[in-house]
């Protein structure tokens, strides 16, 4: 039987990954066949664990470095451009083989990366299926404008605008918001707790267990009425630290990775965290409001800019957040953020997705027939 999709991500953060799921889900919903590949299982496993360790490291430990760069990167003519694109296409070749032999009928890719070697692929004419990019960021980078892509999907309109004024055709792009599982879709709208009623808050650092966590629990050393769970991602050394904190000064249900993350946003009132596109789009979707801390500046601050100035979130310093919710616990506001949260999104995304990818597909086929 032949393969309908085939969904590539890159374990560059959780959220690629958490997109492409998203993506599958929908598309086995359909009854449709469907493979999930990770770029850098098709790739030497020392070049895959060295590219990692560099995202984690700038993210992690030289933010503003990071930030300087992704501005720095945003255009399409660097001077070192070609080099980059040479090495990509050997590094990655084993993906293109892997994608052609399978032969789906239309191709997703949810990171930048397998875009430059598939798109490629698509222009050379090895790969027949048609391929969309998704983007997982409420803006839009250079590095999603390849050459190739049969579409692009946005979450929004401006990442719509960032894709135009890089060239993207106006034709190929398709705004449907980022994919989430559609647990998240089905969550109960937030209400304000009741007096007495503790405030049930969400703290996940995503699933690498990247950001200011320690500062961000200890803020709420002294908080009344707050009930804590922590998301601490696959870092054990960061669950071991959060144990011992929670133990001490500020009590806590403390997680490792969490695979149901709908059912913890489901019991919180808030959420806190960074501001990862997938960690946004499935607090809003759910009608969560969120306090953005220790966002990285680049694609992270664009994302918390965006919530905020849709008045579904706050941003605040690691160490100012316990405070930070508990004045908007007093002053009532949880659950008209909740309302705009879910207000900030483009619902039913990853079905969009696969509307797009099938689209195409039904039109190449067409043009074969004819």
Known sequence: MALDLVVVHSPVGGGHKSAALAIAEAARARGLSVEVLDTFEHAPALLGRAYLAAHLAWTGLAPDLYGSAYYGSNHRHGAFEPVRRAADHVAWAGLVQRVVRLAPRAVVATHHLPLV?????????????????????????????EKGLDALCVPGAAALRDMLDQGFRASG?????????????????????????????????????????????????????????????????????VRELAEGTVPARVLGFEKDMPARVAEAHLVVGKAGGLTVSEAMTAGRPMVIAGAVP?????????????????????????????????????????????????????????????????????????
């Open 298 to 370: 680049g694609n992270e601050t664009i994302n918390a800019d965006r919530v905020t100035r849709a008045g579904a979130g706050l941003t605040a310093r690691p160490g100012e957040v316990g405070p930070v919710v508990s004045a908007l616990r007093a002053a009532g506001l949880l659950a008209a953020m909740g309302r705009s949260a879910r207000a900030m999104v483009v619902h039913q995304a990853s079905d969009r997705v696969v509307d797009v990818a099938l689209a195409l597909a039904a039109a190449q086929q067409g043009q074969r027939a004819a």
């Open 117 to 145: 070697v598939l798109g490629r692929a698509r222009r050379k004419g090895w790969l027949s299926s048609p391929l969309t990019g998704v983007v997982t960021d409420y803006g839009a980078h250079a590095v999603w404008a």
């Open 173 to 241: 792009l398709h705004v449907t918001g980022i994919p989430v599982r559609h647990a998240f879709e089905s969550i109960p709208p937030v209400a304000d707790p009741a007096p007495g009623e503790a405030l049930r808050v969400l703290v996940t650092s995503g699933g690498f267990g990247v950001g200011p966590i320690r500062e961000v629990v200890s803020s709420f050393a002294g908080a009344r009425d707050v009930e804590l769970t922590v998301v601490c991602g696959r870092a054990a050394g960061v669950e071991r630290r």
